[in-house]
């Protein structure tokens, strides 16, 4: 799925209740897995590259936008550097 350049990720922190960027996202566990104790999903960092084609791509690109940083550290601005 490519959900394009202007779709943003935020949660809501149980610990202080502010609204931040999502870093990570819900992954599904393999029966193997041994990070899920016996839950169905898991926490993964989450990815955010202009070459990757990973699903989970785009889902921390987030703190890059608010810090308008590009993720690839060229030093440009995050929407300088969008392919």
């Not at 992954?27 to 590259?49: I, L, Q, V």
């Amino acid at each position: 799925m490519h959900s394009g350049h202007d779709l943003f990720f935020f949660h809501l922190s149980s610990s202080n209740c502010n609204l931040e960027p999502m870093t990570k996202q819900w992954r599904d566990c393999t029966e193997d897995d041994e990070e899920c104790e016996g839950g169905y999903f898991k926490w993964t960092d989450g990815n955010c590259s202009k070459d990757s084609d990973a699903s989970e791509n785009g889902f921390a690109c987030t703190q890059y936008a608010i810090a308008n940083t590009c993720p690839d550290g060229s030093g440009k601005g995050y929407f300088d550097c969008l392919p």
